[in-house]
């Protein structure tokens, strides 16, 4: 559903809720090594979230990317409109150009109903409560 830049995005952002603070901040090659993704596409994506102020950054021999307090409070689903916007949410399921209530693809109401609860659970938690998931059932990341 996601694209991979969108995926990787996610997966960044939580690692460096669980794993970082304004005190230690993380290394591009870090993250990568850790969520096993490739280190200049990974780079790509932080400079994308950091733009965006998902995420923070500091430049320098001291520097890094981390998490401050305003990335945290963040939705997640601003994470999914930076990179996928909102047709991830809206667009057909099958790639049909006509698709709608009044138009269905044979798998329209299935995925309306699974996007529309999808995306509600990213509007209304944060980056902070999703983080805070992660470390209490210690997911995978």
Do not use: W
């Not at 559903?1 to 090659?29: D, Q, T, W």
């Not at 047709?87 to 049909?96: D, K, M, N, P, Y």
């Not at 798998?107 to 209490?136: N, P």
Request: with cysteine; glycine share 4%.
């Amino acid at each position: 559903m996601f694209s991979k830049a969108c995926k990787y995005a996610i997966r960044a952002v939580l690692y460096l809720a669980v794993h970082s603070s304004p005190e230690n901040k993380v290394g591009v090659k870090a993250i990568a090594e850790d969520l096993q993704v490739p280190k200049h596409f990974l780079a790509k994506i932080l400079q994308q979230l950091s733009r965006d102020q998902l995420i923070s950054s500091v430049k320098g021999p001291n520097g890094g990317f981390y998490m401050a307090d305003e990335n945290l409070n963040v939705p997640m689903e601003k994470i999914i409109k930076s990179f996928d916007g909102m047709e991830v949410f809206t667009s057909c399921i099958l790639g049909l150009p006509v698709c709608s209530a009044e138009n269905p693809c044979p798998l329209h109401v299935q995925a309306f109903a699974y996007r529309e609860g999808l995306y509600y659970q990213l509007q209304h938690q944060s980056i902070r409560e999703m983080a805070d998931r992660v470390k209490l059932q210690e997911l995978k990341l």
